[in-house]
């Protein structure tokens, strides 16, 4: 059974990760004024190759086992040693973005978030030697899931030196995750599709890593928003929160059964229900429609401390004060939601 988590209060709002541009002052500066009660470390895929979600998640597994090494293609990255420049960007920047939160949040007290790519993300976005995904070996799964789980553990083990007092959340993103389990992960033809991976081998896999971060005093959570997020899978890990779309959810009935049960357990909770293209002229009834429909159809009167708000995507699209018009929704969200008074949901 999964350990609870509880947020600084109900609806508090977080982020997912990325942000625009390319400074990594200014980003997080936005991050701790926008997402101050939980903020995160920031990525800047807009850098370029090692700025994004795969190049800094392989420099870190590349920190760990130099199998891991990989090195950019036109289609993104593959296994090789030639990479060295990208890595050494990534592992500078991720060095930087450390540094620029450390310099604000020192003295923040409370939870906060740092990210990484999950294994059979990974997997999925990296080539082999042939050009196919590393997802087809399972044995190449296993371990960059064993690299990903002392990754995670020496992640988390930074960030709590530089944080004074508050719980290191590692957040792992599984964007692919519905894909690997439903043998949806296209090979290089584009014809066909890697086989599907079973249930209780994506579970033991990331388990892994969620032990690895609970043995080095932190907390993980594990994100999918893409359609059919397998919920149950995510539950079964151990983690103690888990990420979803919340729309998203209430298009399949085993996952909105599944986030029924997980909302009332006490489970840690981040709801994506904030368009990433937000309309800032939409008022704070209509941002928050999204999670208050799903609470009206669920009899939920009240949003608990378990559950916290978040755009459904990165916001490395936007422009810096997109990104803020964004943030400031899910915040907006909070308002409506904690508010017993607001005006019933139609549809």
């Known amino acids: 059974m999964n350990e609870g988590f509880t947020w600084p209060y109900p609806a508090v709002a977080t982020g997912i990760g990325s942000m625009p541009d390319t400074d990594s002052r200014e980003a997080t500066n936005i991050v701790v004024g926008e997402f101050g009660a939980v903020p995160h470390v920031v990525e800047l895929p807009s850098r370029g190759p090692g700025g994004d979600p795969v190049g800094r ?8 086992d130099r199998t891991f090494e990989v090195e950019t293609t036109v289609r993104g990255w593959r ?30 007290r409370g939870p906060v978030k740092v990210h990484m790519l999950g294994p059979w993300s990974t997997a999925a976005r990296i080539e082999d030697a042939a050009g196919e995904s590393l997802i087809r070996d399972h044995g190449a799964v296993a371990e960059i899931s064993g ?23 590692v957040h792992i993103e599984e964007p692919e995750l519905s894909r690997v389990l439903d043998g949806r992960v296209s090979m290089s033809s584009g014809r066909l599709f890697h086989r599907a991976v079973e249930p209780a081998v994506v579970q033991a896999h990331l388990s892994m890593i969620v032990n690895a971060v609970a043995a080095a005093n932190a907390v993980t959570c594990i994100r999918c928003a893409a359609p059919g997020a397998p919920v149950e899978i995510m539950l079964g890990t151990g983690a103690r929160i ?16 599944s986030l029924l049960s997980a909302w009332e357990s006490g489970v840690g909770l981040m709801l994506s229900c904030v368009p990433a293209q937000i309309d800032v002229s939409r008022s704070d ?5 999204p999670l208050r429909r799903f609470m009206e159809r669920a009899g939920f009167a009240q949003v608990p401390s378990n559950v916290a708000i978040t755009p459904n995507s990165g916001l490395a699209h936007l422009s810096p004060e997109g990104a803020r ?19 019933p949901v139609h549809g």
């Open 147 to 169: 690299a990903a789980a002392e990754a995670a553990s020496e992640l988390a083990a930074r960030v709590q030196r530089a944080v004074t007092d508050g719980e290191v959340i």
């Open 242 to 257: 888990i990420g979803i779309d919340i729309e998203q959810s209430m298009r399949s009935a085993s996952a909105h059964e």
């Open 79 to 108: 296994l090789g040693h030639t990479g060295q420049v990208a890595l050494r960007r990534a592992r500078a920047w991720l060095s930087e973005d450390l540094d620029s939160f450390e310099e604000y949040a020192a003295s923040h």
């Open 285 to 289: 009834t209509g941002v928050s429609a």
């Open 57 to 64: 998640t392989a420099a870190m597994l590349a920190g760990v």
């Open 325 to 343: 018009s964004v943030m400031d929704a899910c915040t907006r969200v909070g308002v409506v939601v904690r508010d017993e008074h607001s005006e």
